[in-house]
């Protein structure tokens, strides 16, 4: 009993520890974030396989897909890019941009199987020249087809 207690207890300490973390990162961004969200519905993706083994290291993955509003019903923009397989069913680097109504915003960073990714934002046109900060990546579904983009960008 005691076990299950002390193990319930730091799973607690760690879930605050997160609130708090996250509290204070969005407080330190204040007004000073751009939260951009939109709707990837993966429908171009291509693997080109360099070997005959299917999915190995190095292997490169290449797209260009309509972005969606967060209604999930209107095109609000296009993306394109590249991934290269870095470890067989864990992870790919990728880089691309997402071209908005507004501008672009370019993004690099792990794409990873399994769980949310996050890339680096590197720059924007239009609305986002000179844009820097982060894009959280998820997918909306088992089968890959659509992925939540949620892009925080430092204006300041």
Same mark, same amino acid.
């Not at 990162?25 to 939260?35: E, M, W």
């Given at each position: @009993?005691?076990?299950?207690?002390?193990?319930?207890?730091?799973?607690? @300490?760690?879930?605050?520890?997160?609130?708090?973390?996250?509290?204070?990162?969005?407080?330190?961004?204040?007004?000073?974030?751009?939260?951009?969200?939109?709707?990837?519905?993966?429908?171009?993706?291509?693997?080109?396989?360099?070997?005959?083994?299917?999915?190995?290291?190095?292997?490169?993955?290449?797209?260009?897909?309509?972005?969606?509003?967060?209604?999930?019903?209107?095109?609000?923009?296009?993306?394109?890019?590249?991934?290269?397989?870095? &470890?067989?069913?864990?992870?790919?680097?990728?880089?691309?941009?997402?071209?908005?109504?507004?501008?672009?915003?370019?993004?690099?960073?792990?794409?990873?199987?399994?769980?949310?990714?996050?890339?680096?934002?590197?720059?924007?046109?239009?609305?986002?020249?000179?844009?820097?900060?982060? @894009?959280?990546?998820?997918?909306?579904? &088992?089968?890959?087809?659509?992925?939540?983009?949620?892009?925080?960008?430092?204006?300041?």
């Amino acid at each position: @009993m005691r076990g299950k207690l002390g193990l319930l207890a730091a799973a607690g @300490m760690v879930s605050a520890l997160a609130l708090v973390v996250s509290l204070v990162s969005v407080y330190a961004a204040g007004p000073n974030v751009t939260r951009v969200a939109v709707i990837e519905h993966a429908t171009t993706d291509t693997v080109v396989d360099l070997t005959t083994n299917g999915d190995s290291t190095g292997d490169l993955l290449t797209f260009h897909n309509e972005l969606f509003d967060t209604g999930n019903d209107d095109v609000a923009g296009t993306d394109q890019g590249e991934c290269v397989r870095i &470890e067989v069913g864990v992870s790919w680097e990728c880089r691309w941009i997402n071209f908005l109504e507004d501008g672009s915003i370019t993004v690099e960073g792990p794409f990873f199987d399994d769980g949310p990714s996050a890339l680096a934002i590197t720059g924007g046109t239009g609305a986002y020249r000179g844009a820097r900060g982060s @894009m959280r990546l998820v997918a909306r579904d &088992e089968g890959g087809t659509e992925y939540d983009f949620v892009f925080r960008i430092l204006t300041a």
